[in-house]
């Protein structure tokens, strides 16, 4: 995609964006939208999937990600700054924030256009989202291993990082046996092994390349829980544990605690809290603005 395309298809973004606020803010005076659903049409813009309804979904296949880190933070500033100034952000590193492969017929990587990173920040400005929000987590301050993925009202939990398995690739009958997996912080995985490889498991069929029941130190509580356990395609070390919560079982507030409370990870999560405060204040923001302009 062309810069030029990139702008007109932001422009084009942005007017239908405001012509949906226009009817929706109208409606909702009319009476036809109550208070929660107005904010959550608004919203949508933020929280939105990545259809081109919300402004993830407008940089969705666009041949642009984000690589920002603390070696090209100052870069990002650097560019922000000029941009604001009405000047071309024009940054030059080895390791650029905003990364391109648009148009390569290689598809190799290549620096972001001063004109695409100008695209970025005209859409950051729209939405209000202070370029503070981007600003990486230091890499001196332990992160935890684990990605959430909802599935309505149940939860996958993936979490990576092991380095040693205790021997349970190597047995050949790890069937009803205990294994301790030792992440790379030296937090232990216990877990009784009660089957390997795809099978029938009760309730259902899993895929895993075993599966028992047992805990995991810095993410579970000391109550057993079901883990999948999978490996790399070359099957020769450990790759993802995997846990599930379903609805409302009460067992997970235990799980959420033990994760949330657990030391080696709070310095971290308030470092995470104030990315999130930022992101929440742009979105009182926007929707502010939206409401007054067309009220």
């Given at each position: 995609m062309t810069t030029t395309n990139l702008n007109k298809e932001f422009d084009k973004f942005v007017a239908e964006k405001e012509k949906e606020f226009e009817k929706e803010v109208r409606d909702f005076h009319k009476g036809f939208l109550t208070e929660d659903e107005i904010w959550w049409q608004i919203n949508n813009v933020y929280v939105g999937d990545f259809s081109f309804k919300s402004y993830k979904g407008f940089w969705a296949n666009k041949d642009l990600s984000l690589q920002i880190s603390e070696e090209n933070w100052k870069d990002v500033l650097a560019d922000y700054e000029k941009w604001s100034q009405g000047e071309a952000p024009d940054s030059r590193s080895e390791k650029p924030w905003l990364q391109s492969d648009s148009g390569l017929k290689s598809k190799s990587i290549h620096t972001a256009s001063e004109s695409e990173r100008a695209v970025f920040f005209r859409c950051i400005d729209y939405m209000k989202l202070p370029i503070a929000y981007y600003e990486p987590i230091p890499d001196h301050?332990?992160?935890?291993?684990?990605?959430?993925?909802?599935?309505?009202?149940?939860?996958?939990?993936?979490?990576?990082?092991?380095?040693?398995?205790?021997?349970?690739?190597?047995?050949?009958?790890?069937?009803?046996?205990?294994?301790?997996?030792?992440?790379?912080?030296?937090?232990?995985?216990?877990?009784?092994?009660?089957?390997?490889?795809?099978?029938?498991?009760?309730?259902?069929?899993?895929?895993?390349?075993?599966?028992?029941?047992?805990?995991?130190?810095g993410y579970t509580s000391s109550t057993p829980v079901e883990i999948e356990i999978w490996l790399t395609s070359n099957k020769d070390r450990v790759d993802t544990l995997t846990i599930y919560a379903y609805g409302n079982d009460p067992i997970w507030n235990e799980h959420y605690d033990a994760y949330h409370k657990f030391p080696l990870w709070q310095e971290y999560f308030r470092e995470s809290e104030k990315r999130h405060n930022l992101f929440m204040n742009s979105e009182e923001a926007f929707i502010k603005r939206v409401r007054e302009k067309y009220k």
């Open positions: 301050i332990v992160r935890p291993c684990f990605r959430s993925t909802m599935y309505g009202p149940d939860s996958k939990w993936d979490i990576w990082g092991i380095v040693d398995d205790g021997g349970l690739i190597a047995d050949p009958e790890p069937i009803g046996k205990t294994f301790v997996l030792t992440d790379k912080y030296g937090l232990k995985t216990r877990i009784d092994i009660q089957h390997m490889g795809t099978e029938q498991c009760e309730w259902r069929t899993y895929k895993s390349d075993y599966l028992g029941m047992g805990t995991i130190e």
